[in-house]
């Protein structure tokens, strides 16, 4: 028996007796063979250099911890839930609240109390008040117990109405803002609606919520994440949170911020780890229990590939970088799942271990049995070497020693201490807090720290205080004037001079205090709060400023348009304020401003761009033939003109309207030098319908120098020319047997003329395609369309296809979502198809996985899984890097068990992912789309199709929308043999545990792309548009395969990658080895060596490499370095 065992079976003896046999159950719910020990487990942990793990708690203490947070005296409350994911028909509801203490200062807990029970599924708790706030469902509640015995007798529900759609997006994570205010955070297939004293507020999707108990104010702090499960401030009120089912690692967020999945909105603030794993909870270190250099880390799960992560962020312009550091924990122990991290009174950190080795509910059965219901451990994380931080007693100390708390180094004691002190009254500490600050010299760093605490601590008792606020604006340290203008944005309506106060702070030396001032500026809602705003303008802008004040400018824009419309808009005589003003608003309102700008001369040349866009997006014919006259004047750069006239052809589009005047006036630009000017007036001239041109587009797609883009373009402009002749062309097109790529483009513009006669033309098409290259989109023009797919069918009756053909067919159909049995069943019967891909019994599935873990070969399913044929990687990303199609692959081993991923290959549709739904939408035009949707706004839904390809329809034009299955379709392992299924399953098991499967912190190139034809290959280099580039993407290991790449110029290939620089620099790339390799920087070509210094500037860069294959053999390998002493900061871009 271990010392966990003996120990907790004296602990636990009166709990076992009093009917908690949790022992035994723990046997029965053991997945597997995978030992319950918490020793075991622990032993198991890769614990960073310089850090030991012990455990806390575990059960029979606790049982499914879901969320932790311990109160001033240094209890740890945790909400516990045995009932998740889903309660049983009939079953009594009976999920707890803990309170666990460690009475005798060991590091162990010794003391269990169960608050409350008989709650359903709580994913959040926070001690306060004299009680706890806790989310059941629906409802906040407040827990208190009035006899003061530790037991739970009086319940209140403060708010109610929130939503339940699913279990685990559920209102969660409460924690005290350094306001006193209550953060917690909802996730993205929620939908609340919150009666309250001020009005009911409401939350479609993900947010954050801000709540003030005493006054029963609620709002929404921030909108949008998948699953936002994480919130924290560092010293000085910067907030950051995770997202437990997205994909960007720590999200920096402010007041009003929107991110990706927020409802109503266009516009987002992106994540600062692009490609990292979903991370749930968080914390940011501090205090003399915690390694220098480890102070201000980040600290979060990533609770699918069993790991406790570390993030290093540091202040850049006016948000922050962020880097993923090397893991305070991992391990492989299938059933450690870290969901919920704090740090505690002793300045150790906590981890709440929910423990099971099932953690999908979307995706694996409620009731399978392999789900643990009964274990749970809370881990403590001390370094080596330190003192544990002596407990401060808080509860009960004085006031005056409350306030000297406020300058502990340890954030738990500062942030208790505030707590004790707001709880204790305005009345009684007040006047010691008055005296408290005046006896600070705000000359010292340590006191405007302290003071700003001082600040907070006024915030949260609800006293405005003026001098101080007015003091900490003028603070020598910038993160304290940050903090001190978000105080001044929440105390606008109670300050006699809010714009005077925050006027300064827009135009501060630092952008993040610019930043907090512009968002400020939305509390003051009048038309000088929006020109003080625009003030920003004058100084250098990055993309969390440009977004703040687009933010701004929309919200406060009922107050600006008006004073605009009657000329009382102070924006400085600046061209540039006005039009970042009307493109922010985006009505026509700002039409007549923006024609008065062209037409006195006053849009500057880097605005002007700009300006005449807008005019197109809002005008009427006289306004877009201004834009028109811009288009075709030679004197105007080409790309210029090319965004101008593609401005012109969005409007005719979208809107019907069409510039006045002669349109004809665009011919010459079809005769321009620069190729992409050519395809915007092709297509462009078919949309306005000028029958003139018609000659003109028929000799370009005839003309052999005709770039692939500008002969699609000029297919698709005659079949917008329309009438008999037009037709009979395309039709021609579409039966030409001399170039395929020109007859499919004619085929697939001719459904949209003459679908029966493209039916009949297809066969014919279909049957010359190589290996069924290009046939896909042959199909979906067909499927897009009203009894298209019954068209095709009957055409194809009869048929013989190659087999590839056939399949791509059939494969489209399933993606498609639509039932066309006729179609599949003569793809089928002309293709010679055999599906097999059906259901394992349960003997089946048990050989099945007994021969990965067995048999499997991860090195050869990794080459499956990239095979083309396979198409895993054009809809799969991993480590960001890959389709964005399907969910990120990175750490589905470590996530998923492996009977759940043999159903995933065989049978996609069987069980979805959450967010990976498709989404089935027909227009009355009678088109279908069907996608992945990536966003809605109140003007488009933006799906992303089954090819990776994001498109936009308007919401005015959507007839029909339903949910379909996954994008995946069924059948594409059915070329697959047995051994080969089973390499590529153990490969995905693999996938993010600990071993040569688990993805590398180090900053690799994994997304490259590869030309795929050139005459020399050093044309590579040049920003040529008729280049064809293929995305192609590096191992998991990093590396390249040189097989991969296609050749171009003789025994030669080029590839290229991206990388950006968000603070200019020297950086180190190093390659495996250099042999074999030229290099360009851009357009500049550079020595390149094993080690190369790049000195960049700040924006994107462009790495090209020709490849010697007859002088290099091995894969290429590529990675950023940071150069001793360089302030530079560069990320590797990544993506599809």
Same mark, same amino acid.
């Given at each position: 028996?271990?010392?966990?065992?003996?120990?907790?079976?004296?602990?636990?003896?009166?709990?076992?007796?009093?009917?908690?046999?949790?022992?035994?159950?723990?046997?029965?719910?053991?997945?597997?063979?995978?030992?319950?020990?918490?020793?075991?487990?622990?032993?198991?942990?890769?614990?960073?250099?310089?850090?030991?793990?012990?455990?806390?708690?575990?059960?029979?203490?606790?049982?499914?911890?879901?969320?932790?947070?311990?109160?001033?005296?240094?209890?740890?409350?945790?909400?516990?839930?045995?009932?998740?994911?889903?309660?049983?028909?009939?079953?009594?509801?009976?999920?707890?609240?803990?309170?666990?203490?460690?009475?005798?200062?060991?590091?162990?807990?010794?003391?269990?109390?169960?608050?409350?029970?008989?709650?359903?599924?709580?994913?959040?708790?926070?001690?306060?008040?004299?009680?706890?706030?806790?989310?059941?469902?629906?409802?906040?509640?407040?827990?208190?117990?009035?006899?003061?015995?530790?037991?739970?007798?009086?319940?209140?529900?403060?708010?109610?109405?929130?939503?339940?759609?699913?279990?685990?997006?559920?209102?969660?994570?409460?924690?005290?803002?350094?306001?006193?205010?209550?953060?917690?955070?909802?996730?993205?297939?929620?939908?609340?609606?919150?009666?309250?004293?001020?009005?009911?507020?409401?939350?479609?999707?993900?947010?954050?919520?801000?709540?003030?108990?005493?006054?029963?104010?609620?709002?929404?702090?921030?909108?949008?994440?998948?699953?936002?499960?994480?919130?924290?401030?560092?010293?000085?009120?910067?907030?950051?949170?995770?997202?437990?089912?997205?994909?960007?690692?720590?999200?920096?967020?402010?007041?009003?911020?929107?991110?990706?999945?927020?409802?109503?909105?266009?516009?987002?603030?992106?994540?600062?780890?692009?490609?990292?794993?979903?991370?749930?909870?968080?914390?940011?270190?501090?205090?003399?229990?915690?390694?220098?250099?480890?102070?201000?880390?980040?600290?979060?799960?990533?609770?699918?590939?069993?790991?406790?992560?570390?993030?290093?962020?540091?202040?850049?312009?006016?948000?922050?970088?962020?880097?993923?550091?090397?893991?305070?924990?991992?391990?492989?122990?299938?059933?450690?799942?870290?969901?919920?991290?704090?740090?505690?009174?002793?300045?150790?950190?906590?981890?709440?271990?929910?423990?099971?080795?099932?953690?999908?509910?979307?995706?694996?059965?409620?009731?399978?049995?392999?789900?643990?219901?009964?274990?749970?451990?809370?881990?403590?994380?001390?370094?080596?070497?330190?003192?544990?931080?002596?407990?401060?007693?808080?509860?009960?100390?004085?006031?005056?020693?409350?306030?000297?708390?406020?300058?502990?180094?340890?954030?738990?004691?500062?942030?208790?201490?505030?707590?004790?002190?707001?709880?204790?009254?305005?009345?009684?500490?007040?006047?010691?807090?008055?005296?408290?600050?005046?006896?600070?010299?705000?000359?010292?760093?340590?006191?405007?720290?302290?003071?700003?605490?001082?600040?907070?601590?006024?915030?949260?008792?609800?006293?405005?205080?003026?001098?101080?606020?007015?003091?900490?604006?003028?603070?020598?340290?910038?993160?304290?004037?940050?903090?001190?203008?978000?105080?001044?944005?929440?105390?606008?309506?109670?300050?006699?001079?809010?714009?005077?106060?925050?006027?300064?702070?827009?135009?501060?030396?630092?952008?993040?205090?610019?930043?907090?001032?512009?968002?400020?500026?939305?509390?003051?809602?009048?038309?000088?709060?929006?020109?003080?705003?625009?003030?920003?303008?004058?100084?250098?802008?990055?993309?969390?400023?440009?977004?703040?004040?687009?933010?701004?400018?929309?919200?406060?824009?009922?107050?600006?348009?008006?004073?605009?419309?009657?000329?009382?808009?102070?924006?400085?005589?600046?061209?540039?304020?006005?039009?970042?003003?009307?493109?922010?608003?985006?009505?026509?309102?700002?039409?007549?401003?923006?024609?008065?700008?062209?037409?006195?001369?006053?849009?500057?040349?880097?605005?002007?761009?700009?300006?005449?866009?807008?005019? %197109? /997006? !809002? =005008? *009427? @014919?006289?306004?877009? #033939?201004? $834009?028109?006259?811009?288009?075709? &004047?030679?004197?105007?750069?080409?790309?210029?003109?090319?965004?101008?006239?593609?401005?012109?052809?969005?409007?005719?589009?979208?809107?019907?309207?069409?510039?006045?005047?002669?349109?004809?006036?665009?011919?010459?630009?079809?005769?321009?030098?620069?190729?992409?000017?050519?395809?915007?007036?092709?297509?462009?001239?078919?949309?306005?319908?000028?029958?003139?041109?018609?000659?003109?587009?028929?000799?370009?797609?005839?003309?052999?120098?005709?770039?692939?883009?500008?002969?699609?373009?000029?297919?698709?402009?005659? %079949? /917008? !020319? =329309? *009438? @008999?002749?037009?037709? #009979?062309? $395309?039709?021609?097109?579409?039966? &030409?047997?001399?170039?395929?790529?020109?007859?499919?483009?004619?085929?697939?513009?001719?459904?949209?003329?003459?679908?029966?006669?493209?039916?009949?033309?297809?066969?014919?098409?279909?049957?010359?395609?190589?290996?069924?290259?290009?046939?896909?989109?042959?199909?979906?023009?067909?499927?897009?369309?009203?009894?298209?797919?019954?068209?095709?069918?009957?055409?194809?009756?009869?048929?013989?296809?190659?087999?590839?053909?056939?399949?791509?067919?059939?494969?489209?159909?399933?993606?498609?979502?639509?039932?066309?049995? %006729?179609?599949?069943?003569?793809?089928?019967?002309?293709?010679?198809?055999?599906?097999?891909?059906?259901?394992?019994?349960?003997?089946?599935?048990?050989?099945?996985?007994?021969?990965?873990?067995?048999?499997?070969?991860?090195?050869?399913?990794?080459?499956?899984?990239?095979?083309?044929?396979?198409?895993?990687?054009?809809?799969?990303?991993?480590?960001?890097?890959?389709?964005?199609?399907?969910?990120?692959?990175?750490?589905?081993?470590?996530?998923?068990?492996?009977?759940?991923?043999?159903?995933?290959?065989?049978?996609?549709?069987?069980?979805?992912?959450?967010?990976?739904?498709?989404?089935?939408?027909?227009?009355?035009?009678?088109?279908?789309?069907?996608?992945?949707?990536?966003?809605?706004?109140?003007?488009?839904?933006?799906?992303?199709?089954?090819?990776?390809?994001?498109?936009?329809?308007?919401?005015?034009?959507?007839?029909?929308?339903?949910?379909?299955?996954?994008?995946?379709?069924?059948?594409?392992?059915?070329?697959?043999?047995?051994?080969?299924?089973?390499?590529?399953?153990?490969?995905?098991?693999?996938?993010?545990?600990?071993?040569?499967?688990?993805?590398?912190?180090?900053?690799?190139?994994?997304?490259?792309?590869?030309?795929?034809?050139?005459?020399?290959?050093?044309?590579?280099?040049?920003?040529?548009?008729?280049?064809?580039?293929?995305?192609?993407?590096?191992?998991?290991?990093?590396?390249?395969?040189?097989?991969?790449?296609?050749?171009?110029?003789?025994?030669?290939?080029?590839?290229?990658?991206?990388?950006?620089?968000?603070?200019?620099?020297?950086?180190?790339?190093?390659?495996?080895?250099?042999?074999?390799?030229?290099?360009?920087?851009?357009?500049?070509?550079?020595?390149?060596?094993?080690?190369?210094?790049?000195?960049?500037?700040?924006?994107?860069?462009?790495?090209?490499?020709?490849?010697?294959?007859?002088?290099?053999?091995?894969?290429?390998?590529?990675?950023?370095?940071?150069?001793?002493?360089?302030?530079?900061?560069?990320?590797?871009?990544?993506?599809?």
């Amino acid at each position: 028996m271990s010392w966990y065992k003996s120990f907790y079976f004296a602990l636990g003896l009166g709990l076992l007796l009093a009917g908690a046999l949790a022992p035994a159950l723990a046997q029965k719910n053991a997945p597997g063979n995978v030992d319950p020990d918490p020793e075991i487990e622990r032993k198991s942990f890769q614990v960073a250099d310089g850090f030991e793990v012990h455990l806390y708690a575990a059960d029979p203490l606790l049982a499914k911890p879901v969320s932790m947070n311990f109160d001033p005296a240094g209890r740890l409350w945790v909400a516990c839930s045995q009932d998740y994911p889903q309660i049983k028909p009939g079953q009594k509801q009976n999920d707890k609240i803990i309170i666990l203490e460690d009475t005798k200062g060991a590091g162990v807990a010794d003391k269990t109390t169960v608050f409350a029970d008989g709650l359903l599924i709580p994913t959040g708790l926070m001690p306060g008040d004299g009680g706890v706030y806790v989310v059941d469902s629906t409802d906040l509640l407040y827990l208190s117990s009035t006899k003061h015995d530790g037991k739970a007798d009086k319940r209140e529900v403060i708010l109610s109405g929130f939503g339940t759609e699913d279990t685990h997006h559920m209102v969660h994570a409460l924690r005290w803002g350094p306001d006193g205010l209550l953060y917690f955070n909802q996730s993205v297939y929620i939908h609340s609606h919150i009666e309250t004293p001020y009005g009911v507020r409401n939350l479609n999707g993900s947010g954050t919520w801000q709540f003030r108990p005493a006054t029963r104010e609620l709002n929404v702090f921030c909108r949008g994440l998948w699953n936002p499960w994480g919130i924290a401030w560092d010293r000085y009120g910067a907030t950051f949170e995770t997202d437990g089912a997205g994909g960007e690692g720590i999200n920096y967020t402010f007041p009003g911020a929107n991110f990706v999945t927020a409802v109503g909105y266009s516009r987002f603030v992106a994540g600062l780890n692009p490609g990292s794993p979903k991370d749930c909870g968080l914390e940011i270190l501090s205090g003399r229990g915690i390694p220098d250099d480890w102070q201000g880390n980040l600290i979060t799960n990533d609770f699918r590939a069993h790991r406790v992560c570390r993030y290093v962020v540091t202040p850049e312009g006016s948000g922050y970088t962020s880097k993923e550091m090397p893991e305070l924990i991992k391990t492989n122990h299938p059933a450690f799942r870290p969901i919920d991290v704090k740090m505690g009174p002793d300045g150790a950190l906590y981890i709440a271990d929910w423990y099971n080795p099932i953690i999908q509910h979307g995706e694996v059965d409620f009731r399978d049995p392999r789900r643990d219901v009964t274990h749970g451990r809370i881990w403590r994380i001390t370094a080596k070497g330190r003192k544990p931080v002596e407990r401060p007693k808080l509860v009960g100390a004085k006031t005056e020693d409350l306030l000297e708390a406020l300058k502990a180094p340890e954030d738990w004691t500062r942030r208790s201490a505030r707590r004790v002190l707001q709880e204790r009254g305005a009345e009684k500490v007040a006047p010691a807090l008055t005296a408290w600050v005046a006896r600070l010299d705000a000359r010292t760093p340590a006191n405007e720290s302290a003071l700003l605490e001082g600040l907070w601590t006024y915030q949260a008792l609800d006293i405005v205080e003026p001098r101080l606020l007015t003091a900490l604006l003028n603070a020598s340290d910038y993160r304290i004037r940050a903090a001190a203008v978000r105080v001044a944005g929440m105390w606008s309506g109670r300050l006699s001079n809010p714009l005077e106060l925050l006027a300064p702070r827009v135009q501060d030396d630092e952008a993040q205090v610019r930043l907090e001032a512009v968002r400020a500026l939305v509390q003051v809602p009048n038309v000088h709060a929006a020109e003080l705003a625009l003030g920003i303008l004058d100084r250098p802008i990055d993309k969390y400023l440009d977004y703040a004040l687009w933010s701004t400018m929309r919200e406060l824009e009922p107050e600006w348009t008006p004073a605009l419309q009657q000329g009382k808009f102070n924006y400085g005589n600046n061209p540039r304020r006005l039009l970042f003003a009307l493109q922010a608003a985006g009505t026509k309102d700002a039409l007549a401003p923006l024609v008065k700008l062209v037409q006195e001369g006053k849009a500057a040349p880097e605005t002007e761009e700009g300006v005449l866009t807008l005019i %197109a /997006a !809002l =005008g *009427g @014919p006289h306004e877009l #033939a201004l $834009v028109l006259d811009r288009a075709v &004047d030679d004197k105007v750069p080409a790309p210029r003109r090319a965004a101008l006239l593609a401005a012109l052809d969005q409007a005719s589009r979208q809107r019907g309207v069409k510039p006045e005047g002669d349109l004809t006036r665009i011919e010459p630009l079809l005769k321009s030098d620069d190729d992409v000017l050519r395809v915007v007036a092709a297509r462009t001239a078919g949309d306005w319908g000028l029958q003139e041109i018609g000659r003109l587009l028929w000799d370009y797609i005839h003309t052999p120098q005709t770039s692939e883009a500008l002969r699609q373009a000029a297919v698709d402009g005659l %079949a /917008a !020319l =329309g *009438g @008999p002749e037009n037709i #009979a062309k $395309v039709d021609e097109l579409s039966r &030409d047997e001399h170039y395929r790529p020109t007859r499919r483009m004619g085929l697939i513009a001719l459904t949209g003329l003459d679908l029966e006669k493209a039916a009949k033309n297809a066969p014919d098409l279909l049957k010359a395609l190589k290996d069924g290259e290009g046939a896909a989109e042959v199909y979906d023009a067909f499927l897009q369309r009203k009894n298209g797919a019954a068209l095709l069918a009957a055409a194809l009756a009869g048929q013989q296809l190659p087999a590839d053909t056939a399949k791509v067919g059939v494969r489209a159909v399933r993606i498609s979502g639509r039932e066309a049995p %006729a179609l599949t069943d003569a793809l089928t019967k002309a293709g010679g198809l055999k599906f097999g891909a059906k259901a394992l019994n349960d003997a089946e599935m048990k050989a099945m996985v007994a021969d990965v873990q067995k048999s499997g070969a991860a090195a050869r399913g990794e080459a499956i899984f990239r095979r083309k044929d396979q198409l895993c990687m054009k809809c799969h990303a991993i480590a960001g890097c890959g389709g964005q199609v399907g969910p990120d692959l990175s750490g589905v081993g470590a996530s998923a068990p492996v009977d759940y991923l043999i159903d995933s290959v065989l049978l996609p549709n069987k069980q979805v992912k959450e967010n990976y739904h498709a989404m089935l939408v027909t227009t009355q035009q009678g088109l279908s789309y069907t996608g992945i949707k990536v966003q809605e706004s109140p003007d488009a839904l933006v799906l992303r199709t089954a090819d990776d390809k994001e498109i936009s329809i308007p919401v005015k034009d959507i007839d029909e929308r339903k949910m379909g299955g996954s994008l995946m379709p069924d059948g594409l392992t059915d070329v697959l043999t047995r051994g080969e299924l089973v390499d590529l399953v153990r490969f995905l098991s693999e996938l993010g545990k600990v071993g040569p499967y688990s993805v590398s912190k180090a900053r690799l190139v994994r997304r490259w792309q590869a030309l795929t034809a050139a005459p020399e290959v050093s044309a590579a280099a040049l920003d040529n548009p008729s280049l064809r580039w293929d995305s192609v993407y590096s191992t998991v290991a990093g590396l390249l395969p040189l097989e991969d790449l296609p050749r171009s110029g003789g025994n030669a290939a080029a590839v290229r990658c991206q990388v950006e620089a968000s603070t200019p620099g020297p950086v180190v790339l190093r390659l495996n080895t250099a042999k074999g390799l030229r290099l360009w920087l851009d357009h500049k070509p550079v020595e390149v060596k094993d080690a190369t210094e790049l000195n960049l500037t700040p924006g994107v860069h462009t790495l090209t490499f020709a490849v010697d294959l007859g002088q290099r053999k091995e894969a290429l390998r590529c990675e950023l370095e940071d150069q001793p002493g360089s302030a530079a900061r560069v990320r590797v871009v990544g993506g599809k």
